[in-house]
């Protein structure tokens, strides 16, 4: 089993001081290599949900298991290192550094895990991407299709197991939303990685073979 999730409890303050419930998840589970897309509406604790999976955000209850390890039982420094060795993660918003080549932004990624950096592997991933032309322009100088396709392989650069990406197309044209979903579903498949995709678009999750609704597992308004 890659992730499970049991328990997980989630809630922000509001202003007035009181709690805002977001997560109420009695589990949740993906077996290793599955693929399954998240639907959900916008506002709804998608990216809540990935963050605390990501070791991002600490739930106020509940144990997130991914390979084996309940990452809420480690400290901040130790949640960092096991996301940067485990988990891959695509943001909607690619999360590139503007004053790093595409090159750069991948071997950065690399050298959280505190492993040695695999230049080599590096260029691969962004060839197989498409962009062995562009391994040393920066983000500006690359189109929005281009820099998602940069995140995409820094996401697979430290062989994760788990591989979490939030509206990865929300952000690129219908030709490069193909080619983002491809890349991301083959890479995976090619390398054994669990991946959860979450998004609003239920022609992005007609792609998969298992579909889960975040409302038929998630209950935040219910009674504790």
Partial sequence: ?????????????????????????????????????????????????????????????????VDGIDITRLHEVGRDRFRAQKIGFVFQTFNLLPAFTALENVLLGMSFSGKAVDRRRAEELL??????????????????????????????????????????TANVDVKNQTTVLDLICEGCRENQVSLLMVTHSLEVAGRFSRVDKLGDFNHPRADR
């Fill in 127 to 168: 060839g197989k991407v498409g962009l062995s032309h562009r391994l040393h322009h920066r983000p500006a100088r690359m189109s929005v299709g281009e820099q998602q396709r940069v995140a995409v392989a820094r996401s697979l650069a430290n062989r994760p197991s788990l591989l979490l990406a939030d509206e990865p």
């Fill in 1 to 65: 089993m890659s992730l499970v999730l049991k328990d997980v409890r989630k809630s922000y303050r509001e202003p007035d001081g009181a709690a805002l419930p977001i997560l109420n998840i009695a589990e949740f589970a993906l077996q290793s290599g599955e693929q399954a897309a998240l639907l959900g509406p916008s506002g709804g604790g998608k990216t809540t949900l990935l963050n605390v999976i990501a070791g991002i955000t600490m739930p106020d209850a509940g144990s997130v298991t």
